[in-house]
């Protein structure tokens, strides 16, 4: 059975946020945890609610028993770990408000029990750690993210630091010099200890401040925090509630989906030395052109988009027009064409790229975007992803959010989609071909 434990920072403990609520002083090997334990259900799915500094914020970071919290959860039977915090950002990118769903951390705490392994009476243990925080739930908080139209970084490194005073200047651009982008006093052990229990563990880390690397602003102070945390708490209470369906649901089955996306393969021809010799062309006109193909495709992106806070499909000349309209049509939303220059007659805004082949760029008509909304990116294959870059780049000239990008075919081996996830876009293609 799914249970899903909420480690609480700065007020998202709150227990009535659950329906029937329970709760129970308990007692672990570690001694007693931050707070009493608060079981109970959110969106059907049961979930177990702890206070990381206690109901009053009593507790410092280091003094925080870590130790006994994730016992304590892991005793209590929970299966994946959501956790928030307060951060401060590191980069100018990472505004106040904005929510970064971490991927690394840096452990920069002195004083503290970080591990569940002090001696080895069975042999040495020592945990992998490459990428503490588990991708699947991070896939569920940003798909989530983006269906409530937030602001998210989808990956970001916070550095944990002792506390609980703040940095100095030196160090806040040391930090910025390791390569960390926000700043906090409690995630890393969380995460270590998560990882050496077994349990799935992810963070949303909300920006309060800029630490005190920007000489224009003012150093963070503890009322900053709570004023900017409190302004922009219900945006990750809504970010939970609603990721908590995705945590809980089951896998499709896997033979089912694997045999749709054998099948939407099988209908896509690959023609030899084309556009240039060594080029393994994937060709969907042969997809599209069969009823039950261009069904499959069809339906298995609608029901990925629908529901979500989308106000526009925007389409890559060409085949990204055959998929983005029809997409459209089916999710009851406008469509927006970007094109290769001198094929739109009016107003236009550009783009240049290099792609795999050559220079080019993109166009789109300056009033076919409001600022300020969502918009879903599409084409046909995603290959070196330039292409797909400045279309991403095209509508955000405009004012718009790109919600994600979507693809039916993935070259893995040319490191697109890889190159969009790193330029901060969320991506989905249905399947991949291997090689070029």
């Known amino acids: 059975m799914i249970k899903v434990a909420i480690i609480g920072g700065s007020g998202l403990d709150d227990p009535k946020l659950l329906a029937e609520p329970e709760e129970r002083e308990v007692e672990t090997a570690y001694g007693k945890p931050s707070s009493p334990l608060t079981f109970g259900k959110l969106q059907g799915v049961e979930v177990v609610l ?34 928030t915090t307060a951060v401060g950002s590191l980069r100018e990118e990472i505004g106040r408000g904005d929510l970064v769903i971490v991927d690394q951390f840096i452990d920069f705490t002195r004083h503290r029990a970080i591990t569940f392994h002090e001696a080895f009476p ?47 200047r030196a160090e806040s651009h040391l930090f910025r010099a390791w390569g960390a982008d926000i700043i906090n006093m409690s995630i890393a052990p969380e995460a270590i200890l998560a990882n050496e229990a077994g349990i799935p563990y992810a963070a949303v880390a909300m920006s309060t401040d800029y630490d005190c690397w920007k000489d224009e602003e003012e150093p963070v102070s503890w009322e900053q925090i709570l004023e900017i945390f409190g302004q922009n708490a219900e945006k990750v209470r809504k970010l939970l509630v609603a990721t908590l369906p995705k945590v809980a649901r089951p896998a499709p089955a896997a033979d089912n989906g694997e045999a749709i996306c054998a099948e939407i393969k099988g209908l896509i021809r690959t023609i030899p030395d084309f556009p240039k010799p060594g080029i393994l062309f994937r060709d969907i006109t042969t997809l599209i052109k069969d009823p039950k193909g261009l069904r499959l495709v069809t339906t298995a992106l609608a029901e990925r988009y629908a529901g979500r806070q989308l106000d526009a499909v925007a389409g890559i000349e060409s085949r990204g027009f055959v998929l983005g309209s029809v997409l459209a049509h089916e999710l009851g939303l406008g469509f927006v064409l970007l094109r290769k220059p001198g094929k739109l007659p009016g107003a236009t805004e550009k783009v240049e790229y290099t792609t795999e082949y050559s220079t080019d760029a993109i166009e789109v008509h300056r009033d076919a975007i409001e600022p300020g909304s969502n918009v879903l990116v599409i084409d046909d294959l995603i290959a070196t992803g330039g292409t797909a870059l400045a279309a991403c780049q095209l509508v955000e000239k405009l004012g718009g959010n790109v919600s994600e990008c979507a693809f039916v075919v993935d070259l893995p081996a040319l490191g697109g989609k890889r190159r969009l996830e790193d330029a901060g876009y969320a991506t989905f293609n249905l399947i991949e071909f291997e090689g070029d």
């Open 50 to 83: 702890l206070a990381r500094h206690g109901r009053d914020h009593r507790l410092p970071p280091t003094q925080v028993p870590y130790r006994a919290n994730i016992q304590a959860l892991k005793d209590a039977g929970c299966t994946h770990i959501l956790a």
């Open 122 to 168: 069975a042999g040495p243990v020592h945990t992998p750690m490459a990428d503490p925080f588990d991708e699947s739930l991070r896939r569920s908080l940003l798909e989530t993210a983006a269906e409530l139209g937030l602001k998210t970084h989808r990956k970001g490194t916070v550095i944990t630091i002792e506390g609980p005073r703040f940095s100095t």
